[in-house]
């Protein structure tokens, strides 16, 4: 089992920054890759950044060159850094983590936290 906590979010004018924090517990040692969805409202969850256990990155292009993905191995914890924000980033943030099992791969996920950017 793996427990997400995630924190951060809030309202932010477009072109502002947040930064959030997702910390793992539990069967950690077992965690593949963490990353963060979103859903904004009316769309589907859609994967905006992972970050494996060798540190392979990988971003969606909508959020290349504004987020970033940076974790502490110490603190359990990953962070993603959103500069530029715009008004289609609002969306309910969630931290995720990948948990292979055989030849099948589990995923565990926080409650997540809105993030609100106002035009």
């Known amino acids: 089992q793996v427990q997400l906590v995630e924190s951060g979010g809030g309202l932010v004018q477009a072109g502002g920054s947040l930064r959030l924090s997702c910390t793992a517990s539990?069967?950690?040692?077992?965690?593949?890759?963490l990353g963060w969805y979103r859903r904004a409202p009316g769309k589907q969850r859609e994967l905006v950044t992972a970050?494996?256990?060798?540190?392979?990155?990988n971003y969606a292009d909508s959020v290349k060159g504004r987020f970033t993905i940076s974790r502490d191995v110490a603190k359990n914890t990953v962070y993603l850094q959103m500069n530029s924000l715009k008004p289609e980033d609002t969306a309910v943030y969630y931290c995720?983590?990948?948990?292979?099992?055989?030849?099948?791969?589990?995923?565990?996920w926080g409650r997540g936290t809105q993030v609100t950017v106002s035009s």
């Open positions: 995720n983590a990948k948990v292979p099992y055989g030849s099948s791969v589990y995923d565990y």
């Open positions: 970050i494996t256990g060798g540190g392979t990155t």
């Open positions: 539990g069967n950690i040692f077992s965690i593949n890759a």
